[in-house]
């Protein structure tokens, strides 16, 4: 039984296999990028790892929006009485 392998020599073979697969798949990343263009299907935002900038509600936009929200649900529950 010498030629089994201790833990420590399968854990460093272990490490090393997965080490080259990240390598692969990073140039299979980098491949598909290159086919694909810089505009493949996701926003330039997103590709350039930027958080996507929403527009902010005024003060009284969300009064408006809270008011009419009311108004439905008063609506709502009168007719269910």
Known sequence: MADRLSRNQ???LARLGAARRIDELK???RA???TMGPKSGASSAAASGRKRRRPR???NARK???D???KYWAERKAKRK
């Open 10 to 12: 399968l854990l460093q």
């Open 27 to 29: 140039a299979e990343i």
């Open 32 to 34: 598909i990028e290159r």
């Open 57 to 59: 509600w005024s003060a």
């Open 64 to 66: 408006a929006a809270a």
């Open 68 to 70: 009419r929200m009311k």
